[in-house]
């Protein structure tokens, strides 16, 4: 079991390109969502799924979109990236929904937006 | 809305040294309590959790105990290991239907030395 995995580990980006941030994970979860942390903030949540074809908005979604083709994947698309999205992007994952469910984290994307 | 809340750090401490990190919560039900740690590099992962008043969670040594009357979840260890050093986040999830979202709390480093 590998888990949750997430590519690239670190990327630079130009103001104003675009990128995909990949998320997969092979526990068979139902729920995936998305972090950002930055620093003296915690993780907030961008968006998350429920499941395949299924998708909404967290507490920081602009300029960020998703989609969930399968239950493994999960990607994270900056269309028009800023300085303001520098930080360190977290996929995670969880079995059910439940509030005390446990939710599977995976190692992060470093990101720099220029 | 919901909220955490939990003490600045950096929190520093000598080995064997009794830690304790202060969380308190804001919620609008009878959330789930967590304790995500974040080692150096690497992503969350859960140190421990309590679902009902009362309850202690606790793992590898670490413990909390989820208080209502003070809407508190201090994590406590006897005695700390270099090892320990890392980032600790206080979360809650509330109840309902639906994606339970996590709520942080801004993290709390502990740096542990010999």
């Known amino acids: 079991n590998a888990g949750v995995t997430q590519t690239p580990k670190f990327q630079v980006l130009k103001t104003g390109q675009s990128m995909t941030l990949q998320c997969a994970q092979d526990?068979?979860?139902?729920?995936m969502s998305w972090y950002r942390q930055d620093p003296g903030m915690g993780l907030r949540l961008i968006h998350y799924?429920?499941?395949?074809?299924?998708?909404d908005q967290g507490e920081v979604p602009n300029g960020y979109n998703v989609s969930r083709s399968t239950t493994e994947d999960f990607p994270l698309r900056l269309l028009s990236a800023a300085p303001s999205q520098t930080s360190v992007y977290f996929c995670?994952?969880?079995?059910?929904?439940?509030?005390?469910?446990?939710?599977?984290f995976g190692p992060g994307t470093r990101l720099l937006v220029l | 809305g919901n909220s955490v809340t939990q003490m600045e750090g950096p929190v520093t401490l000598s080995e064997e040294a009794f830690l304790t990190i202060n969380c308190t919560y804001t919620a609008t039900g009878y959330p789930s309590l967590f304790w995500y740690v974040q080692y150096p590099g690497e992503g969350l992962q859960l140190l421990l959790k309590?679902?009902?008043?009362?309850d202690k969670g606790s793992n590898k040594g670490f413990e909390a105990t989820y208080r209502k009357e003070t809407t508190s979840f201090h994590l406590e260890k006897g005695s700390v290991q270099v090892s320990d050093s890392a980032v600790y986040f206080c979360?809650?999830?509330?109840?309902?239907?639906?994606?339970?979202?996590?709520?942080f709390g801004t993290g709390t480093r502990l740096l542990v030395s010999p």
């Open positions: 979360a809650l999830s509330d109840r309902g239907t639906g994606f339970q979202k996590l709520v």
């Open positions: 309590a679902t009902k008043a009362d």
């Open positions: 799924s429920v499941g395949a074809g299924i998708t």
């Open positions: 995670a994952s969880s079995y059910s929904g439940g509030a005390g469910e446990t939710q599977y």
């Open positions: 526990m068979n979860h139902e729920y």
